[in-house]
């Protein structure tokens, strides 16, 4: 494929903010300060500083592969087939009920200025357009969605750093004295819910293939999107407690509330819009890494050859209309709130393996050196796995039975597929 469709260095950067930076950020300051309190912002601080160990951990994997699937790769090389396999059918179980679920938060958020469409069939129809029509804009071209995403993405930063640059100015510290109490259990409920925003950044790898040079320029880009996304988070959630104060636990949109204050009206609709631009562009970004996590299941030989076949446009349309096939249905039954705390811990299935993997492949590769190395030894990967182990154990056994529960299912999908493939090589060899 010629280069000049591939994902340059600042698209591949601007692809994860897509994908990090979605409806979060915009509405959950107030859940954590409603547990927290003003001492919610060290939840953010918390999550912040696991994610960017954990991203590191991701730039020096992807700085050993060019190949397409990301946390699949990673933990495929290190610890097996199977252990990949699993990776890898969560990684695309997750990121289609992500989709989906971005899906309906976009005609939810519209909600806001057009009440009609938040509700019923119309929000149905929204939801479902939105994928249907994302699906076919992929099946077209890599070139259509980077122009889209870029755009997107710009956008959606706009009116948040215009929250930040003027609302530091009316803020009042008499708001960040707080005398809740922090208790382990609060605190990891809390961490649990806003690291919900920081999740995506391991989908910038899944594409390797679609993108240029991606050895040289995945590590750097994650590094960047992660530092940048969390500061930004850092600073909103330190705006938004300093303007609305107490009044943030009842707010069900705190960043327009917030902006409200200081901007009047067309503050809280310049916030709204910028929401309703940050899910769809999400949405662009979830249509286009999800298939491909599809496509490295098939390159590695544990999904049929069929999957990953290519349209005369370079791109992966099997896969994509399979994806969009199994997004529409969890359109119709998806809830936000419940899958958001989900989607976290299904996450750490792609996490864990990954920091564990960067231990194993530099024992196994010691003369391989990727372009970007995780500094202090193994002590980085460590840290993080023991601080997700800590989270998962603050999660409810619901939230665990629902976001681990598809290791368990999916595993005799495995063994089934490897069955039919020694049977397929023994006919192929006795004929």
């Known amino acids: 494929m010629n280069n000049k469709k591939k994902f340059g260095f600042w698209s591949i950067v601007l692809l994860g903010i897509n994908g990090v930076i979605g ?30 160990s954990m991203s590191l951990c991701f730039a020096e ?17 290190a610890f097996g087939n199977f252990a990949g396999f699993e990776v890898g059918v969560m990684k695309w179980i997750v990121s289609i009920v992500a989709w989906a679920t971005m899906a309906v938060a976009f005609p939810t958020a519209l909600g806001a200025i057009w009440p009609q ?3 019923g069939m119309m929000k149905n129809i929204i939801a479902i357009s939105i994928i249907l029509g994302l699906g076919i804009i992929n099946i077209l071209g890599i070139e259509i969605v980077k122009y889209l995403n870029n755009i997107a993405t710009i ?74 996304a969390s500061t930004i988070y850092v600073l909103i959630q330190v705006v938004s407690i300093g303007i609305l104060g107490i009044q943030l636990a009842q707010s069900s949109t705190p960043v327009a509330d917030a902006a409200k204050v200081f901007l009047g009206p067309l503050g809280k609709i310049l916030v709204t819009i910028g929401t309703i631009i940050s899910i769809l562009g999400i949405n662009i970004s979830c249509s286009f890494n999800t298939p491909r996590s599809a496509v490295a299941l ?16 370079g791109t992966p349309y099997i896969a994509i209309i399979i994806t969009v096939c199994v997004a529409i249905p969890l359109v119709l039954t998806g809830s936000f709130i419940q899958l958001a705390a989900i989607s976290v811990v299904s ?24 372009t970007f190395r995780v500094p202090f030894g193994p002590v980085l990967p460590i840290l993080s796995v023991i601080a997700s182990i800590w989270i998962l154990t ?38």
């Open 298 to 313: 098939s390159e590695g030989g544990v999904l049929p050859k069929v999957i990953r076949k290519k349209s005369r446009f």
């Open 394 to 431: 603050k999660a409810t056994p619901k939230q665990l039975i629902w976001g681990l529960g598809a290791l368990v299912i999916c595993a005799p999908i495995y063994f089934i597929m490897k069955h039919y493939k020694v049977n397929n090589l023994s006919k192929n060899a006795s004929v």
């Open 117 to 119: 469409v938040a509700h």
């Open 61 to 77: 994997a992807a700085g050993l592969f060019d190949k397409a699937g990301g946390p699949y790769i990673y933990a495929k090389e």
């Open 155 to 228: 956008a959606k930063l706009l009116p948040l750093i215009l929250f930040i640059a003027i609302g530091i100015f009316f803020i009042k510290g008499g708001n960040y004295i707080s005398t809740v109490p922090i208790n382990s259990s609060a605190l990891g409920s809390t961490l649990i819910v806003v690291f919900y925003a920081f999740t995506g950044f391991e989908t910038i790898a899944v594409a390797a293939e679609d993108m240029d040079n991606p050895k040289k320029n995945l590590p750097i880009a994650i590094i960047i999107t992660m530092v940048l």
């Open 23 to 52: 409806s979060g950020i915009f509405l959950l300051p107030g859940k954590a300060y409603a547990v927290m309190g003003s001492k919610s912002i060290w939840a953010y601080v918390i999550d912040m500083i696991l994610v960017l």
């Open 347 to 370: 996450r750490f299935t792609q996490y864990i393996p990954t920091c564990l993997a960067i231990i194993m492949l530099r024992k196994k590769r010691p003369n391989e050196k990727s």
